[in-house]
């Protein structure tokens, strides 16, 4: 079989049309009218709305049903690069490289398209993952039927890598994300009365620390576990204790033991703690996305067109990292894979994602054009 070659003009073209029009969670209008006219001009049967702006695309008939899946929402950042292609619009910024998945899904689209396929590959350009609810949106929306999907396939674009490799591996790649908020209630008075008080601020300083202790005492030391505590909240004047505190914070870990357990471990600690102060501690606890689980024989699929474009050199094992994704939705239910692209510069002076100078290499764009579209064509095995 023979593909169209990649478009890179037109790869980087789309990229740059996107980054200046960043469009948040569930509010990606003009993305998802781009993605469903291309689709459809491409003679792909197009459902819009699927998951709110969700855009799913279907070729072919009969055979097995891959799935690849491109993200699509922007953050909520103010850009801070200086290039011709900055972002248009004050405070929104394609700083996680969705715009890069986007024009990527376009082109393996377009490639796709072209090509006779023993079987039907299905697009999900898909919202809102930043905020963890774009996939389970579209699946409540049936993105994984009619047709079947039997498998499922997407990337990142990664600027921990450098471009040229890519990062792929079986089992969890990406964390579980919990989200809690702890309000503990005391009683408030006087700060030179404190006897006559229960300190909220006291017994919440005190419940940041025995948090820590979850993944130092309580976790299973060969599991992954983090717990972060990110905001505190309390008080309005330095002479007043107040009434109460609150605390914010998320529990990441690769799933197993710690995973089943946080939520208690969580809530029992908060609220002895609490307790041993006098106070209260009133707990939620949110479960925001499941790990991300790469299957083995789906990966080996990935990996071996992988280590075809980069060479084997350059494909590596153990990337994984405590953020999370919410194609863990889809992996969650189908079997398949998700990648690194590297697409860093090779000098490591590359910005983090979601920081207000992040931009990729775009030669990333070719290799995950490849990447995506080629696994696509082994897995229905053609
Ligand atoms: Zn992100
Ligand atoms: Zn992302």
């Given at each position: ?121 299905k697009f999900a350009f ?130 197993g033991r710690f995973f ?123």
């Amino acid at each position: 079989m023979t593909l169209p070659p990649v478009d890179e003009a037109s790869l980087v073209r789309d990229r740059r049309d996107l980054h200046q029009h960043p469009e948040l969670g569930f509010q990606e209008t003009r993305t998802a009218t781009l993605a469903a006219e291309r689709l459809q001009q491409l003679g792909y049967a197009v459902r819009t709305k699927v998951g709110r702006t969700g855009v799913v695309g279907v070729k072919g008939d009969g055979g097995r049903c891959v799935l690849l899946r491109a993200d699509m929402d922007a953050l909520p950042i103010e850009e801070a690069n200086d290039v011709p292609y900055r972002s248009r619009h004050a405070g929104r910024m394609h700083a996680c490289g969705h715009d890069g998945h986007v024009a990527i899904g376009l082109e393996v689209a377009r490639r796709l398209a072209a090509t006779a396929l023993p079987g039907r590959v299905k697009f999900a350009f898909q919202p809102a993952e930043e905020i963890s609810d774009g996939a389970g949106a579209m699946i409540q929306d049936g993105v994984l039927a009619a047709p079947a999907v039997d498998a499922a396939f997407g990337i990142h674009l990664w600027n921990t890598l450098p471009v040229g490799t890519i990062g792929v591996m079986a089992g969890p790649v990406m964390a579980s994300v919990d989200q809690f908020e702890i309000t503990i209630v005391g009683k408030g008075g006087h700060a030179a009365m404190p006897n006559l008080t229960i300190d909220p601020v006291l017994a919440a300083a005190h419940v940041v620390t025995a948090l820590q202790s979850l993944v130092s005492r309580r976790r299973e030391p060969f599991e992954e576990g983090v717990v972060s505590v990110t905001q505190l909240a309390a008080g309005h004047a330095f002479n007043v204790i107040p009434d109460r505190a609150t605390l914010r914070g998320t529990v990441r870990t690769f799933g197993g033991r710690f995973f089943e357990d946080a939520p208690s471990l969580v809530e029992h600690t908060a609220r002895g703690i609490a307790a041993a102060f006098g106070a209260e501690a009133k707990v939620e606890f949110h479960r925001l996305t499941r790990p991300l689980v790469n299957d083995p024989s789906m990966t080996e699929i990935m990996k071996g067109v992988a280590e075809e474009i980069v060479g084997k050199e350059r494909v590596l094992g153990g990337i994984r990292t405590m953020g999370g994704e919410d194609m863990s939705y889809f992996l969650q239910r189908v079997p398949g894979c998700f990648a690194f692209v590297g697409s860093a510069r090779a000098d490591g002076t590359s910005s983090s994602h979601h920081s207000p100078t992040f931009d990729i290499e775009e030669a990333a764009l070719t290799i995950g054009a490849e990447l995506l579209t080629r696994t696509a064509v082994r897995y229905l095995g053609a």
